[in-house]
């Protein structure tokens, strides 16, 4: 209810700018593009890494960047996290009738990253039919899980920018390892980088739950029905993020600004 | 020119205050230039027969990337330049006895240097270390260095000298962020930063390397390696001398006929 009040506040008040609003879509847009670009490039020349074909690295792509970009859509409001903080905008929300998480994804909400998510979308309409995979109903609830847990796997790490806020006040820019990292490189199937990270991005950072196993499994190199429900086990990967997040909270001292 | 040298050591000092972002920086650019040698890795795996350049030369070229990925890189526009121009600081600006392009050329260097200065070292010891098709080699021999190191400061100033029409523009859009967006991230790619050029499909790499994009990152750091040499090497540098003389030119008299009709925004 409340959250579809601040909706339209916030589509109003970007919409005032609209060729500043346009013009930030359309880089949105080319940025994701060149990354789409740099892929057909590379597999034009190599044709498959691994084994992995060109349309099924399409759809890789596809599935994290439009999880990536949702969960922007609604949790970048953690971003812009340290300067809430640090102009004492945090005290005024502390004091409100109201859950703090909800306040601060409440607070800002970038209509600008639709230019990532149209181009999700282009790449997932093309890809799902060219992958070669046969679509049965099992696959496509592989793929809504994995579209729903991924964009809650990168919620869970902007959450976790934010929490270190409390401690550091700064936004730390080691974090952009792990969420335009996460962009960046899960485009590729995680297991072409190496046994070591894909172990990484599946016991710390659960991306390769949401990315890799139920993509074997929709592409049909493994049978193993387990893949098809392990982005949903990422989903948990939520669970320690808000727990630091509330461990964070405990350790707030106001700035005074 | 002495106010010039002092606006330069003041930037740089300045700059070199912000330490413990530049050592946080340097994890990501750590993990960033891994992943990416990983990715190559399995690229050529899969098919070394087409891979453009030696694997070595490959990662001689990443790691360079990285450790000065505050030279050359056009996102880092200075948004205080942007911003004076349309909060209307500008006027503060020219009232100064100084020429506003060289300042503002000035400043970008100095800032770019500066942060360079504190992240480089340490990812170039470790790239050194690192094992062998995988690590920071030595560069091909003295001459190719000593040419890094020259094409190295032309791309720089190529770079800064691209950014300045970026900043101009803004006279213009009075809306820093789109502009910005658009330019960075077509610069980006056609200048290498993605993808190293050599793994463009030839006909497009052709193109490519006639622009003004091909004389900034992409020419010293496959100069190091020994990837560009001979003929091919004399035409880089040519080519990259006239691109720098051309944008110099083109924004100095672009500044000029700007400001003759620039609008004061208020403040």
């Given at each position: 209810?409340?959250?579809?009040?601040?909706?339209?506040?916030?589509?109003?008040?970007?919409?005032?700018?609209?060729?500043?609003?346009?013009?930030?879509?359309?880089?949105?847009?080319?940025?994701?593009f060149f990354a789409f670009l740099s892929i057909c490039f590379l597999l034009g020349r190599f044709?498959?890494?691994?084994?992995?074909?060109?349309?099924?690295?399409?759809?890789?792509?596809?599935?994290?960047?439009?999880?990536?970009?949702?969960?922007?859509?609604?949790?970048?409001?953690?971003?812009?996290?340290?300067?809430?903080?640090?102009?004492?905008?945090?005290?005024?929300?502390?004091?409100?009738?109201?859950?703090?998480?909800?306040?601060?994804?409440?607070?800002?909400?970038?209509?600008?990253?639709?230019?990532?998510?149209?181009?999700?979308?282009?790449?997932?309409?093309?890809?799902?039919?060219?992958?070669?995979?046969?679509?049965?109903?099992?696959?496509?609830?592989?793929?809504?899980?994995?579209?729903?847990?991924?964009?809650?796997?990168?919620?869970?790490?902007?959450?976790?920018?934010?929490?270190?806020?409390?401690?550091?006040?700064?936004?730390?820019?080691?974090?952009?390892?792990?969420?335009?990292?996460?962009?960046?490189?899960?485009?590729?199937?995680?297991?072409?980088?190496?046994?070591?990270?894909?172990?990484?991005?599946?016991?710390?950072?659960?991306?390769?739950?949401?990315?890799?196993?139920?993509?074997?499994?929709?592409?049909?190199?493994?049978?193993?029905?387990?893949?098809?429900?392990?982005?949903?086990?990422?989903?948990?990967?939520?669970?320690?993020?808000?727990?630091?997040?509330?461990?964070?909270?405990?350790?707030?001292?106001?700035?005074?600004? | 020119?002495?106010?010039?040298?002092?606006?330069?050591?003041?930037?740089?000092?300045?700059?070199?205050?912000?330490?413990?972002?530049?050592?946080?920086?340097?994890?990501?650019?750590?993990?960033?230039g891994?992943?990416e040698l990983?990715l190559y890795?399995?690229f050529y795996?899969?098919?070394?027969?087409n891979f453009p350049m030696d694997f070595a030369q490959l990662s001689s070229y990443i790691w360079l990337q990285q450790?000065f990925l505050?030279l050359f890189m056009v996102?880092?526009?200075?948004?205080?330049?942007?911003?004076?121009?349309?909060?209307?600081?500008?006027?503060?600006?020219?009232?100064?006895?100084?020429?506003?392009?060289?300042?503002?050329?000035?400043?970008?260097?100095?800032?770019?240097?500066?942060?360079?200065?504190?992240?480089?070292?340490?990812?170039?010891?470790?790239?050194?270390?690192?094992?062998?098709?995988?690590?920071?080699?030595?560069?091909h021999?003295?001459?190719a260095?000593?040419l890094f190191?020259?094409t190295s400061?032309l791309a720089?100033?190529t770079v800064?000298?691209f950014?300045?029409?970026?900043?101009?523009?803004?006279?213009?859009?009075?809306?820093?962020?789109?502009?910005?967006?658009?330019?960075s991230s077509l610069m980006e790619f056609l200048s290498g930063a993605i993808i190293p050029l050599p793994f463009l499909p030839d006909g497009i790499r052709r193109i490519v390397d006639l622009t003004p994009f091909a004389s900034m990152q992409n020419l010293p750091l496959r100069i190091y390696s020994g990837n560009i040499a001979g003929a091919e090497m004399v035409r880089g540098i040519l080519l990259q001398?006239f691109w720098?003389?051309?944008?110099?030119?083109?924004?100095?008299?672009?500044?000029?006929?700007?400001?003759?009709?620039?609008?004061?925004?208020?403040?």
């Amino acid at each position: 209810m409340l959250y579809g009040k601040y909706f339209s506040i916030h589509l109003k008040s970007q919409m005032q700018y609209k060729t500043s609003f346009f013009l930030t879509v359309a880089g949105q847009f080319l940025t994701s593009f060149f990354a789409f670009l740099s892929i057909c490039f590379l597999l034009g020349r190599f044709r498959q890494v691994d084994g992995f074909t060109f349309a099924e690295i399409l759809l890789c792509f596809a599935v994290v960047l439009m999880a990536f970009s949702l969960a922007e859509c609604f949790a970048r409001g953690f971003d812009t996290f340290s300067s809430v903080i640090s102009n004492g905008e945090f005290d005024r929300i502390l004091v409100r009738p109201r859950n703090e998480i909800f306040q601060v994804l409440a607070s800002r909400i970038e209509f600008s990253r639709i230019g990532r998510l149209a181009q999700a979308i282009i790449v997932i309409t093309y890809a799902i039919p060219a992958s070669g995979v046969s679509w049965t109903f099992d696959k496509i609830i592989t793929l809504i899980f994995m579209l729903i847990s991924g964009c809650a796997i990168f919620s869970g790490l902007f959450l976790i920018y934010a929490s270190f806020c409390f401690f550091t006040t700064e936004g730390l820019e080691f974090m952009n390892m792990f969420t335009d990292g996460g962009r960046e490189f899960g485009s590729y199937p995680l297991s072409i980088y190496g046994e070591g990270v894909l172990k990484f991005f599946t016991y710390v950072i659960p991306t390769a739950l949401f990315q890799y196993y139920p993509f074997l499994y929709l592409t049909g190199r493994s049978g193993n029905i387990i893949y098809m429900f392990l982005p949903l086990a990422g989903i948990l990967f939520l669970v320690p993020c808000y727990c630091f997040w509330r461990f964070g909270l405990r350790h707030y001292k106001s700035t005074g600004s | 020119m002495k106010q010039y040298l002092s606006l330069f050591r003041i930037r740089f000092t300045n700059n070199l205050q912000y330490r413990a972002a530049a050592y946080a920086g340097v994890a990501t650019q750590f993990f960033w230039g891994f992943m990416e040698l990983l990715l190559y890795r399995a690229f050529y795996r899969s098919d070394s027969a087409n891979f453009p350049m030696d694997f070595a030369q490959l990662s001689s070229y990443i790691w360079l990337q990285q450790a000065f990925l505050t030279l050359f890189m056009v996102w880092y526009l200075d948004s205080e330049i942007m911003q004076t121009i349309t909060n209307g600081n500008i006027a503060y600006e020219l009232s100064r006895p100084m020429d506003l392009y060289s300042m503002w050329f000035i400043k970008n260097i100095s800032a770019r240097l500066s942060r360079a200065f504190l992240r480089c070292v340490p990812v170039l010891l470790f790239a050194a270390f690192l094992p062998k098709p995988y690590s920071l080699s030595l560069p091909h021999d003295f001459p190719a260095f000593a040419l890094f190191l020259i094409t190295s400061v032309l791309a720089l100033f190529t770079v800064v000298s691209f950014c300045m029409l970026v900043y101009i523009s803004t006279f213009y859009t009075m809306s820093p962020i789109g502009i910005r967006v658009v330019a960075s991230s077509l610069m980006e790619f056609l200048s290498g930063a993605i993808i190293p050029l050599p793994f463009l499909p030839d006909g497009i790499r052709r193109i490519v390397d006639l622009t003004p994009f091909a004389s900034m990152q992409n020419l010293p750091l496959r100069i190091y390696s020994g990837n560009i040499a001979g003929a091919e090497m004399v035409r880089g540098i040519l080519l990259q001398i006239f691109w720098l003389l051309t944008m110099l030119l083109i924004g100095r008299l672009w500044m000029k006929k700007t400001l003759k009709k620039v609008v004061i925004q208020g403040g």
